[in-house]
């Protein structure tokens, strides 16, 4: 395996190859650090002897650094090594159990385009179903565009802070309690006593909640979007169509088998996940009568909302080995002007030129070859 990789201060990635490839095994791979808390991106630190002496989450900030960072990094990539050779037949990972760190490996399968341009045209051939969008909606090499869309959806959600609850323990004064209310149950044995404290700054309360309850909508709205862009974009390239539903498990329960093992294996939990938000940007981004509370009950706990951003950057990861890829180039161009009266003026211009891409990777022949050479 030859590999590259960055040596000082930089995000945990490389690229792989193999040498030893046989049929239906992956010839390279693009192995990138993964939080197991978040599933973000990781940053690393080495020093003169090339050790990992720090590793920490982009997303979630989670680190260890030192010699335990040292010992993190070995079992990282001794697993790593033992993962390889199912991940190159398109078959799940084992992680460890009490792993903080993984890397995770992104095999790029072969590519057959005659396979792929009769498959389609095949699909083409059978007509409009008018519950799902398909290949008349989204012709070969599009569905990039929807992976673009969830990419860059979560790449600005990522900037929102990880830790969004809406009431903080700073907010409120603890020195100062006060005995809201007393409560005696099981018949007299136990008393329960309600102790609460004043908020710091009363004025602002009211003000500072609505924020930090907008702050989490908008966060969910968009990762749970990112979530269904995502699922179609990978329905679409593997299957050719994905259904007309903003249900995220619905979709992802339509997903190839292959498809949700490798997703399962990298987030035990993403199918509960999925059913508990299914309808987080289909029915409660409406606060309507029937599901207002409901919906912003959901849209407000962080916790549901973290862990759904989690899902989306498990299924970024699913649709780049399903083959979906983009490319965004900008140039801009800036002007200063000053007119006679001093009057300062500043414009931008931007050329944008984005791309979305899909390989023909002929997974059903793949996934057949695999068997006989299952690990």
């Given at each position: 395996?030859?590999?590259?990789?960055?040596?000082?201060?930089?995000?945990?990635?490389w690229?792989?190859?193999?040498?030893?490839?046989?049929?239906?095994?992956?010839?390279?791979?693009?192995?990138?650090?993964?939080?197991?808390?978040?599933?973000?991106?990781?940053?690393?630190?080495?020093?003169?002897?090339?050790?990992?002496?720090?590793?920490?989450?982009?997303s979630?900030?989670?680190?260890?650094?030192?010699?335990?960072?040292?010992?993190?990094?070995?079992?990282?990539?001794?697993?790593?090594?033992?993962?390889?050779?199912?991940?190159?037949?398109?078959?799940?990972?084992?992680?460890?159990?009490?792993?903080?760190?993984v890397?995770?490996?992104?095999?790029?399968?072969?590519?057959?385009t005659?396979?792929?341009?009769?498959?389609?045209?095949?699909?083409?051939?059978?007509?409009?179903?008018?519950?799902?969008?398909?290949?008349?909606?989204?012709?070969?090499?599009?569905?990039?565009?929807?992976?673009?869309?969830?990419?860059t959806?979560?790449?600005?959600?990522?900037?929102?802070?990880?830790?969004?609850?809406?009431?903080?323990?700073?907010?409120?004064?603890?020195?100062?309690?006060?005995?809201?209310?007393?409560?005696?149950?099981?018949?007299?044995?136990?008393?329960?006593?309600?102790?609460?404290?004043?908020?710091r700054?009363?004025?602002?309360?009211?003000?500072?909640?609505?924020?930090?309850?907008?702050?989490?909508?908008?966060?969910?709205?968009?990762?749970?979007?990112?979530?269904?862009?995502?699922?179609?974009?990978?329905?679409?390239?593997?299957?050719?169509?994905?259904?007309?539903?903003?249900d995220?498990?619905?979709?992802?329960?339509?997903?190839?088998?292959?498809?949700?093992?490798?997703?399962?294996?990298?987030?035990?939990?993403?199918?509960?996940?999925?059913?508990?938000?299914r309808?987080?940007?289909?029915?409660?981004?409406?606060?309507?009568?029937?599901?207002?509370?409901?919906?912003?009950?959901?849209?407000?706990?962080?916790?549901?909302v973290?862990?759904?951003?989690?899902?989306?950057?498990?299924?970024?990861?699913?649709?780049?080995?399903?083959?979906?890829?983009?490319?965004?180039?900008?140039?801009?161009?800036?002007?200063?002007?000053?007119?006679?009266?001093?009057?300062?003026s500043?414009?931008?211009?931007?050329?944008?030129?984005?791309?979305?891409?899909?390989?023909?990777?002929?997974?059903?022949?793949?996934?057949?070859?695999?068997?006989?050479?299952?690990?």
């Open positions: 395996m030859d590999q590259k990789a960055d040596t000082i201060a930089a995000e945990i990635k690229s792989a190859e193999f040498d030893d490839q046989s049929a239906g095994e992956a010839a390279s791979a693009a192995i990138k650090g993964r939080c197991t808390k978040c599933w973000g991106r990781l940053f690393g630190q080495r020093d003169e002897e090339k050790r990992w002496t720090e590793i920490k989450c982009l979630c900030e989670r680190s260890v650094e030192g010699i335990d960072a040292v010992r993190e990094a070995k079992k990282m990539w001794c697993e790593m090594d033992k993962n390889l050779p199912a991940v190159r037949l398109g078959l799940p990972a084992n992680y460890r159990g009490d792993a903080k760190f890397l995770k490996i992104l095999p790029e399968m072969d590519r057959d005659a396979y792929f341009d009769r498959r389609v045209k095949a699909t083409v051939a059978k007509g409009r179903n008018r519950n799902t969008i398909s290949r008349h909606d989204f012709p070969k090499g599009t569905p990039g565009y929807l992976y673009l869309q969830a990419c959806f979560m790449a600005g959600s990522g900037r929102l802070p990880y830790e969004k609850s809406v009431f903080q323990y700073s907010d409120y004064d603890f020195e100062v309690p006060h005995i809201s209310g007393i409560e005696v149950v099981n018949h007299g044995s136990e008393v329960r006593v309600s102790a609460g404290a004043p908020h700054n009363p004025q602002s309360a009211e003000r500072v909640t609505t924020e930090r309850m907008g702050m989490i909508m908008i966060s969910g709205m968009t990762v749970a979007f990112a979530c269904e862009l995502a699922l179609k974009a990978i329905l679409i390239t593997r299957l050719d169509e994905a259904k007309k539903t903003h995220l498990y619905d979709l992802f329960v339509d997903l190839p088998e292959d498809c949700k093992a490798r997703m399962k294996a990298d987030f035990i939990e993403i199918e509960d996940v999925l059913k508990n938000g309808h987080i940007f289909g029915r409660w981004r409406y606060f309507e009568t029937d599901v207002g509370e409901m919906g912003m009950q959901a849209l407000v706990n962080h916790e549901r973290s862990m759904l951003a989690k899902v989306a950057r498990v299924l970024i990861d699913e649709g780049g080995i399903a083959g979906l890829s983009y490319e965004v180039d900008v140039n801009m161009e800036a002007e200063f002007k000053r007119d006679r009266a001093d009057d300062e500043y414009v931008e211009e931007y050329d944008l030129n984005i791309t979305g891409t899909e390989a023909p990777i002929p997974w059903d022949r793949l996934l057949t070859q695999r068997s006989a050479k299952r690990p």
